[in-house]
């Protein structure tokens, strides 16, 4: 039994009968990551990868000990608009994520479906339900959620607000733009805006709403760049920092210390020696703590990824002028908003650009359009010859990932790129 495996049976000893205890057993465990990623991260680790992660995991332990100055968000939420409240903004593939790199989701997991919830839904879905429902994460004084991309994410918010009586706001985002859906949206950002003061008692400042959005307008112009480089740059990695890129492009974007993040990117990309092995654009989650996987792209000299598609969601500058019109745009043009063909559009464009080796799409189990989309994206693959690989998995329950099938797959495809075989 390693550490991981000690710490979670811990947590969840004491979960059923003493839930503030296991609490402060998780929140000692975020105390230990903080000071770990601050004192103890690994050298071989570019020192900006190296911030986000203590970033992040600062963000997230805040969030834990402050519910009353926390937001639970979806990934598509107008975070540019909490960030004016001062509060701490949590997603479920966050704290699920978190949850499950402490060994402790299967509990989480279990408490869900034993209170009804079907084993079908995605599973940071459910555990992140369990989290709260047993009572050991505390609720969040108030959520926002958006239709974009998830059928599970209406219904549960929607579960946990009324039973747990956070005020809540469902943002409906119309699939196509037209200058009336665009009014339609800003009439529902203006309705949250006007919630959000009453939560917490706060009038929202227009000037740092409008810096919010320049800096994040440099952010992403900062990773445009990167990404270009990173064609042949090696830039080491790991999975799960992959994922915290969900923090600089989603749950923390406009912020001073995403921006710090993303130039001290581009500085190092473009200061790093050459790459002559094998680069992947990877689709949707990452399961962070696959074997095969780790062995490939974690600080593997001959593999890096090389970007992720949930980083390029929306790529278009923001008019910082007119705040409440730019995000309204934001969503309604979001790829993941309306049909699958323009998120299949966009890889296929970026992998004209990027000209990377390989793409990997990864059906999450429970992920409805990641599954029912992937053949669509294997045609748009096949039109420019790029090597295409389908793996199915789960992006963090261990007890439901297939190891054999994903390392023999996965072994089969790399060995055949390197061999030109495609």
Known sequence: MNIVQAYGNIVKKYAPEHPRTALRIIQLGFMLKKFRSGHLANKDIPAAWRYLN??????VQSALRHPKRTVWANLFAPVEILQCFDVHTLSIECLSSFLSGMGTEDYFLDFAESEGIAPTLCSYHKNFIGAIDSGIIPPAAFAVTTSVICDGNLCTFRHLANRHQVPTVLLDIPEQYSPEAEQYVVEQLRELI????QTFHKKLDYGRLTESLQRENESKACYARTLKMMRTKAYPGTLTLQMYLLFANH???GTPEILRFYRQMEAEVAAAPEFHGTNIFWV???PWYQQTLKSYFNLNPDYQIQGIDLSLDYTEPLDAGHPLEALARK?????YNGSYERKADLVQSVARELQPDGVINFCHWGCKQSAGGAMILKGKMQEIGMPFLILDGDGMDRRNSHDGQIKTRVEAFLEMIRNKEF
């Open 54 to 59: 203590h970033y992040a995991v600062d963000e």
């Open 284 to 286: 949707h989650l990452l």
């Open 331 to 335: 969503m309604i043009c979001n790829i």
């Open 251 to 253: 749950l923390n974007i």
């Open 194 to 197: 006007a919630q959000l003061e």
